[in-house]
């Protein structure tokens, strides 16, 4: 049952994207260019996706089992350290040059063009890499 839940979200996370225009790497683009011409229409689908999120996670901090009876997996520490910035650093280059980030990238995989193949392939390639490095004790 939490199977089919999560794939129900995951669907309803996906849509969400494609309508609020996430998975459009021209709007995310003209969101991004500040300087020059302007597009502040993402900032009010971000700030609605913060909204619920803060009032979701006020909620589910109070609760050790998720309402399908599966423990609340939070995360543990709210420490900004190196790894984190880093990440950061790296997410909005990506962001930024591309145009996509991981969820709306995968939500486009079906209507997108080549460009969000490539896109989707780096990122794996990325996360692969990693997870190389981290097992090796290199990060």
């Known amino acids: ?8 979200a995951g669907v309803i996370f996906g849509l969400g994207l494609i309508i609020g225009g996430m998975t459009n790497p021209a ?3 003209a969101f991004l ?8 229409s993402l900032a009010f689908v971000m700030m609605g996706a913060i909204a619920v999120g803060f009032f979701a996670f006020r909620v589910a901090r109070r609760q050790a089992i998720s309402r399908l009876g599966l423990p609340m ?5 709210t420490l900004i350290d190196r790894k984190l910035v880093l990440g ?5 280059a990506g962001w930024g040059i591309a145009g996509f ?3 709306p990238a995968v939500a486009s995989i079906l ?4 460009e969000v193949w490539i896109f989707v392939a780096s990122m794996l390639a990325g996360m692969g890499l990693y997870t190389w ?4 004790g290199w990060l």
């Open 1 to 8: 049952m939490s199977s089919v839940i999560a794939l129900l």
């Open 73 to 77: 997996q939070l995360p543990a520490t």
């Open 111 to 114: 209507i997108g063009g080549r």
């Open 27 to 29: 709007k995310v683009l």
């Open 101 to 103: 980030c991981p969820g």
């Open 88 to 92: 950061a650093i790296l997410f909005g």
């Open 133 to 136: 490095a981290a097992r090796r």
């Open 33 to 40: 260019d500040i300087a020059g011409d302007w597009d502040p």
